[in-house]
């Protein structure tokens, strides 16, 4: 019996293996907006510096000053600590020249990491007045205890002196003569910070500025009445033997 006539059968072609993409390359991370970096500790040293130096120079009042330091410490980003200080120069930028007929102080250079003077009150008290010459930084500290500081004979061997004092059940108080500026920023809790605020006349007289807290206890600077430095100039000339 004839069989019939099968067909060829052709070799079966392996299907045709799925062509696979290649894969897509990661898209490369768009970099980050310097303004949207995390702010760090140093960043916000920086700009509390600035801060600092215009309060000094009278450019900020306490209550802004405050305002802007909360700000500082509340900051995540390099972009949101920017703006505080937008309208305040920058150290190292230069700065309008003061007036030609200014009086030039015979201030030395002023030395950040200068040396600091420590007025320590414990149960007990501490005086530091008469003819002295004032560094660039006092601490004065009160525990039950009572602290005074004159400057109203001082001799001020830079433009900026800065006082921290810190007042817990005690007393801090500090005095200034009236014809230089006295700025300050300070809290009390419980207690009294004052601080009497005046602006020299010259632009170039010393500025002093006192910072602190109060516990239970009092922080105050004034000025003493009757008590100027009736020629600067020729008081520093005259201490430094020129």
Partial sequence: MDLEKQPEKQPQKPAAQA??????????????????????????????????DALAEGRLD?????????????????????PIVRDLPVAGQPRPEPAPHAASYAYGPEVPDG??????AVFSSS???????????????ALFGNVEIDLTEAMFGQRLTVVN???????????????????????GVFGNFEVVTLEAADPEAPVVVVNGYSVFGNVEAKPKRGK??????????????H
């Fill in 165 to 187: 004092a810190t007042s817990i059940f005690g007393n801090v108080e500090v005095r200034v003569p009236e014809n230089i500026s006295l700025r300050g920023s300070g809290t």
């Fill in 115 to 120: 040396p600091v003077e420590s007025l320590v």
């Fill in 127 to 141: 005086t530091r007045k008469g003819r002295w010459r004032v560094g660039p930084r006092t601490n004065a500290f």
């Fill in 62 to 82: 306490a209550e802004e000053h405050s305002e802007r330091i909360d700000a500082v410490y509340r900051a995540k980003t390099v972009g949101e600590l920017e």
């Fill in 19 to 52: 062509q696979v993409a290649p894969a897509a390359a990661p898209a490369a991370q768009a970099p980050v907006a310097e303004g949207a970096i995390r702010a760090s500790d140093a960043d916000r040293d920086r700009i509390a510096d600035i801060l600092r």
């Fill in 228 to 241: 100027r430095i009736a020629d600067l100039h020729a008081r520093m000339r005259k201490h430094l033997g």
